[in-house]
Nanobody, 121 residues
């Protein structure tokens, strides 16, 4: 099992930026791909971005060109740089270990506490 701790959320004005971090601990040697998800009030959790081995990166259309996912394997950390934030980006953001097969991505691990991102318009 992998423990995940997200941080970096906060309150920001529309158009602003935040950088989220997710540190993984535990059985990290088996991690191949990671993803960032978000869940807004009253909505289901959705995948925002995923990063796999090599050059694989995928973004949801709603964040393309604004968000950047990256990872530092030496630190067991995955990041989400969020620029040009909009009010609709307001949500709790979670990271997770994911599996990727073709166009399908699914979470593999228990969820952490997440980090709240609030964008004021």
């Amino acid at each position: 099992q992998v423990q995940l701790v997200e941080s970096g959320g906060g309150l920001v004005q529309a158009g602003g930026s935040l950088r989220l971090s997710c540190v993984a601990s535990g059985t990290t040697v088996s991690i191949n791909a990671m993803g960032w998800y978000r869940q807004a009030p009253g909505k289901t959790r959705e995948l925002v971005a995923a990063i796999g081995s090599g050059t694989y990166i995928k973004y949801d259309d709603s964040v393309k060109g604004r968000f950047t996912i990256s990872r530092d394997n030496a630190k067991n950390t995955v990041y989400l740089q969020m620029n040009s934030l909009k009010s609709e980006d307001t949500a709790v953001y979670y990271c997770n270990v994911v599996s990727i097969r073709g166009a399908t991505i699914w979470s593999q691990n228990s969820w952490g506490q997440g980090t709240q991102v609030t964008v004021a318009s």
